[in-house]
């Protein structure tokens, strides 16, 4: 199978012969070959995109919102499909395969509602017979760049409200899972979306991304990533002075005070370090745990850790699959090694695994270190992969210290009976996303998603938020007296 361009309403055949295989990460096998395009691939888009955005802008919201409510209907109807795809290009173990794909259908059905809200403000007019509104308008042509390890989840969290605020768009999903964007597209096209709103290319972030970013055409930069590459990005959309709404890594905690619920917080820690193999930006890495609670949680957390299947995520007893690629296998496993290196005590996981089951693809065993400090480079970088280290703490201010304490700041949460740290603790954490007795995953997509420091650039994905990435605030006089009014003059009173 091979994977072209979908631009302007038809898959496209490529210009070059340039195409890169796509794998699946449990088996090796090789399940497609995707289209490495290049800067006149995205020329070509993006003059689409501006052509059809002038129409779609004056398409009515609510208009446009019917097509959302189609797109979200046919991926309700193709969701085994679908998650059944999504599992094999990316690892995730079905049912969360599953769960991905209904948080698509989700941000279908709530965006397509923002059509008929959209609102905007009236306001008073410092002038007799003058009426005053803002309205949020489409900006015009956005660029979409999002990563693997959500490829469906994190694209509709970004089409979505782009196509409602009456944008169009060009999207760039990672090359190692373009089979999603092609589902996508395939029901982009099924629902009849007007040529030229959506676009998808194919191709790396060096040629693809970067021409995307320079592109005149293109107003909006909404990137999900590395902090680095999004760095990059900010940097190159600034010279070009691009919106770029940034979402990118984590180093997220959960912290487990003496008076914890410990099932709870063992149930919690598993299901939000080891669910898709610890590859979410919302993963928890950190476990910050109060001196007298330690020796009891890391044994229940041993003792757990013994019921995680690992293995290919279409079978549906396996609880972790694989990580995404070779090289990922080996940037987690030389953490494990720095984290050694760096004193602390490995208590169980460390190795890639081997053996009939596991040659083929790409596994990495749960790993848990214990006796970690705050500042070791395993306690302050984001791994992506199912590394848990644990921190002990003498109280709760010490606890929010640490949590505190890296440079990101995307989703933190404390397990605790008492209310006044409740409270505390949810003013204090600094991330985007704070919970309560209950692990770091599990955002929502009517609730704003994104973090603070550097996870970062104050913009957020989701929620209602998202349309403040995806709209422009347009500020609107209508003067009715006849007259010349002056704003700041004739206005004395
Ligand atoms: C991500 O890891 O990039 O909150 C997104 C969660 C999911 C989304 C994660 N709903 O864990």
Not at 87 to 114: F, H, L, P, S, W
Not at 145 to 167: C, D, E, L, R
Not at 311 to 322: C, F, L, N
């Amino acid at each position: 199978m091979k994977l072209v361009n979908f631009i302007n309403g038809k898959w496209r055949d490529p210009r070059n012969a340039k195409f890169t295989p796509v794998l699946n990460p449990a088996t090796g096998e090789e399940l497609a070959q995707v289209q490495m395009s290049s800067k006149a691939d995205v020329d070509e888009a993006a003059r689409a995109a501006k052509l059809a955005q002038k129409k779609w802008a004056k398409v009515p919201a609510p208009k446009r919102a019917d097509y959302l409510y189609e797109i979200g209907r046919l991926m309700k109807e193709r969701k085994e499909h679908l998650a059944q795809v999504l599992t094999k290009e990316m690892g995730k173990v079905i049912e969360e395969g599953r769960g991905e794909v209904q948080e698509g259908i989700d941000m279908a059905y709530y965006m397509a509602g923002e059509g008929r809200r959209l609102f905007g403000e009236t306001t008073p007019s410092e002038l007799a017979d003058k009426f005053a509104m803002s309205v949020r308008a489409p900006i015009g042509v956005v660029g979409l760049i999002t990563p693997w390890n959500f490829p469906v989840a994190i694209a509709t969290w970004k089409s979505f409200p782009a196509i409602v605020g009456g944008n169009t768009f060009l999207w760039k999903p990672a090359t190692e899972t373009p089979m999603m964007a092609y589902e996508m597209g395939k029901i982009f096209e099924e629902v009849g979306l007007p040529e030229g709103v959506a676009n998808i290319v194919f191709g790396a972030g060096s040629e693809v991304g970067t021409a995307m970013i320079e592109h005149p055409d293109i107003r909006v930069i909404s990137f999900t990533g590395s902090t680095d590459t999004g760095r990059q990005v900010a940097e190159m959309g600034g010279r070009h002075l691009k919106k770029v709404s940034l979402e990118m890594g984590g180093k997220n905690a959960v912290i487990v005070m003496e008076d914890a619920d410990l099932d709870l917080a063992v149930e919690g820690i598993l299901w939000s370090a080891f669910g898709t193999a610890g590859q979410r930006c919302t993963a928890c890495s950190r476990v910050i745990v109060h001196k007298d609670a330690k020796e009891e949680l890391q044994n229940r957390l041993l003792e757990k850790m013994k019921t995680l299947t690992i293995g290919d995520g279409t079978d549906e007893s396996v609880k972790v699959g694989p990580v995404i690629n070779q090289k990922a296998l080996e940037k987690i496993h030389s953490y494990v090694e720095i984290g050694q290196q760096e004193g602390a005590t490995l208590l169980v996981g460390g190795d890639i695994l081997k053996g009939s089951a596991y040659d083929k693809g790409n596994y990495y065993a749960p790993t848990l270190f214990t006796d970690v400090s705050p500042e070791m480079r395993i306690a302050q970088e984001e791994i992506f992969g199912p590394v848990v280290s644990i921190i002990e703490v003498g109280g709760f201010d010490e606890a929010i210290e640490v949590n505190n304490g890296v440079i990101y700041g995307l989703s933190s949460s404390i397990y605790t009976a008492d209310v006044n740290r409740v409270f505390k603790a949810q003013r204090d954490l600094d991330t985007g996303i704070v919970y309560i007795n209950a692990g770091t995953t599990g955002a929502e997509i009517h609730l704003p998603f994104g973090g603070t420091k550097g996870t970062g650039n104050g913009h957020r994905d989701s929620g209602v938020a998202a349309l403040d990435v995806f709209t422009e605030w347009k500020s609107i006089y209508v003067d009715y007296s006849g007259k010349l009014q002056r704003a700041q003059i004739d206005n004395d009173i």
